[in-house]
């Protein structure tokens, strides 16, 4: 941030009085710009026991598998996001989305809400941040090829759970991994 958003002029990195962190503050009006984590919302997509993924034609990560998922909208609910983003990415509809995981991924600020979902059919094609869209049974997962550590980590704690039916809320952090390399030279 480099100017304030009520008068324009430029701002600075303090710590205000009473806070315990840097904020910008304007220089001018004394205006305290916060910054908070951006909220995504997603979901594990099923049918039958396989899992709907979306192959990525988005940077980052392009041509690289990901859960639907993206960022919460400002006026929509939790839910109203998770079923939009899987709408807009794979053009499935959704019923019972069941919250399953909150991921903390905050070197890059960001809260991640996973929901278990179960897909009202097989009607269900790219949109247009997606290549492909494809049902995976467990064994078929493109774990090399997974866009996010978000994802791989969601995807794992899934398929721990199935065998037992039992899927508790989970509350994880998610650390940074090294950066692979996509075939598209990435």
Request: hydrophobic share 35%.
């Amino acid at each position: 941030m480099n100017f304030c958003s009520h008068c324009g002029a430029p701002v600075t990195l303090r710590i205000p009085e009473g806070d315990d962190r840097s904020r910008y503050s304007c220089v001018a009006c004394g205006a305290i710009h916060y910054q908070n984590p951006k909220m995504v919302v997603g979901c594990v997509p099923q049918w039958q026991g396989k899992i709907l993924l979306c192959r990525r034609a988005i940077e980052p990560r392009y041509g690289w598998w990901t859960l639907p998922a993206g960022y919460l909208e400002n006026g929509e609910t939790v839910t109203e996001g998770a079923r939009r983003e899987t709408l807009e990415e794979a053009g499935a509809a959704l019923h019972e989305l069941i919250p399953y995981g909150l991921y903390n991924i905050c070197h890059v600020n960001q809260i991640y809400l996973m929901f278990r979902a179960q897909l009202n059919g097989l009607n269900f094609s790219p949109g247009k941040e997606s290549l492909e869209v494809r049902l995976f049974e467990e064994k078929e997962i493109p774990w090399e090829d997974l866009a996010f550590p978000v994802i791989e980590q969601t995807l794992a704690r899934y398929i721990a759970d199935r065998p037992q039916g039992v899927f508790p809320f989970h509350i994880e952090d998610v650390v940074r991994r090294m950066s692979r390399p996509s075939a598209e030279g990435g």
